[in-house]
């Protein structure tokens, strides 16, 4: 908002925000806070050590690592165990993160992750989730080529032909695979769709191993889709992200490329939402 007083223009503040909220230089940060942070962050890491292991690992003195730690405490931040001497993560940090993924929303995070990965590769960005046995696509950044994949929010898909429908399969528990597999039909939509369970198990132990999938053809003749798996605090599969086009332009040259881009764009939405991707089997 402008104004005009005395033929000068000035911009109003954003509410909350001082006027070098910007400037992140020491004189804008609280030293004695941020060391208390590091503190915390480290023992959330491994939890369950002595003060002298924490101070020694951080390489700190014990007597500043101990204010910090009962400053914490008084918060239910961190707790002690006074018969093994060990430090702990507090009740009270699960609390404040809960109130964490309570505001936050998987596809308001994706948004502006899927419109950078749509800028990065040139292709239709997509975000979906399994739901009951099938895909539902909850959000998708359109490319501005004139032919394109178009997946609208709130569309189903077949988990066996579709890209992110594969990606999340690959990571799912074995329980909940065999109760999704258990239902599927495996309709053929082109010849290329996988048609059987043996197949798309194998396709599946391929994927986990390359960490994306490839949807070649296998919903729709002539489009290609690469995906990767999104992870929850539990290292849970809850979603997955994709690209898709056709093939003149998703085309097997194209899939180092179009598969980093995808991989990242992944993880970059799993630590939006607080996720943890699972390490490497």
């Known amino acids: 908002m402008e104004s005009q007083k005395d033929g000068t223009s000035t911009t109003r503040k954003a509410r909350g925000r001082p006027r070098d909220w910007h400037d ?9 806070l941020d060391r208390a942070m590091e503190v915390f962050e480290h023992l959330s890491e491994a939890q369950g050590k002595p ?17 910090v730690l009962v400053t914490l405490e008084t918060r239910g ?45 040139g292709e239709t960005a997509n975000l979906g989730i399994e739901k009951e ?13 004139n032919i394109r994949a178009f997946f609208p929010p709130g569309s189903l898909s077949p988990m066996h032909s579709s890209g992110i429908g594969k990606a999340v399969l690959a990571y ?3 329980e909940r695979l065999n109760r999704v597999l258990d239902s599927a039909t495996f309709e053929a939509f082109t010849e290329y769709t996988i048609t ?14 390359r960490g994306y999938s490839i949807d070649n053809e296998e919903k729709n003749a002539g489009m290609r889709c690469i995906a990767a798996p999104v992870f929850d605090m539990n290292s849970e599969v809850v979603a997955g992200i994709s690209v898709s086009g056709p093939t003149s332009r998703v085309g ?21 939402i607080g996720g943890i991707a699972p390490a490497p089997s």
């Open 133 to 145: 046995g099938s895909v539902l696509f909850l959000s998708q950044v359109e490319t501005h080529a």
């Open 77 to 121: 931040l961190v707790e002690f165990d006074s018969v093994e001497q060990v430090w702990f993560i507090g009740a009270r940090a699960f609390v404040i993160g809960a109130r964490f993924l309570r505001r936050t929303s998987l596809v308001d995070r994706a948004r502006p992750i899927l419109r950078k990965l749509m800028e990065a590769t």
């Open 172 to 174: 799912m528990d074995k």
């Open 51 to 67: 003060l002298s292991v924490i101070a020694e690992e951080m390489g700190q003195s014990p007597a500043t690592v101990y204010r």
């Open 24 to 32: 992140k230089t020491a004189q804008n940060t609280i030293k004695s």
């Open 252 to 272: 097997q040259d194209e899939t180092d490329r179009l598969s980093r881009a995808v991989i990242d764009a992944s993880l970059l939405l799993t630590e939006a």
């Open 196 to 209: 059987t369970e043996e197949a798309l198990r194998a396709d599946l132990e391929q994927i986990r191993t």
